[in-house]
């Protein structure tokens, strides 16, 4: 887990305060390069993959990720703190909904 500070609490309470997905694009374009949010979104998508049972060689031509990338996605989903699981499984939910 990474250091919890006064900062970070700061960043996460402003992408919170994000009601739609306009409003992340405009502040992730102020925050990232394009490289981080496309990383990041590439990642998120591996887990996905993952979560459905896909196989590395899948998810790989599928995100471009390296193969050790999509490994530390696994050990994430498998072993972290549940972050990708849980959001996942929100999502899910929402497209129940829809």
Request: with cysteine; aromatic share 10%.
């Amino acid at each position: 887990m990474f250091p919890k500070d006064d900062k970070t609490d700061e960043l996460f309470d402003a992408i919170l305060t994000l009601s739609s997905r306009e409003d992340c694009y405009l502040f992730f374009e102020d925050l990232c390069t394009i490289p981080e949010v496309r990383e990041m979104s590439r990642r998120f998508h591996a887990a996905k993959l993952l979560s459905e049972n896909k196989v590395y060689t899948d998810i790989v031509s599928q995100t471009g990720l390296s193969s050790a990338t999509i490994s530390r996605v696994n050990r994430a989903l498998l072993y972290g703190s549940g972050g990708y699981a849980e959001v996942i499984r929100r999502l899910g939910e929402k497209k129940g909904q829809e």
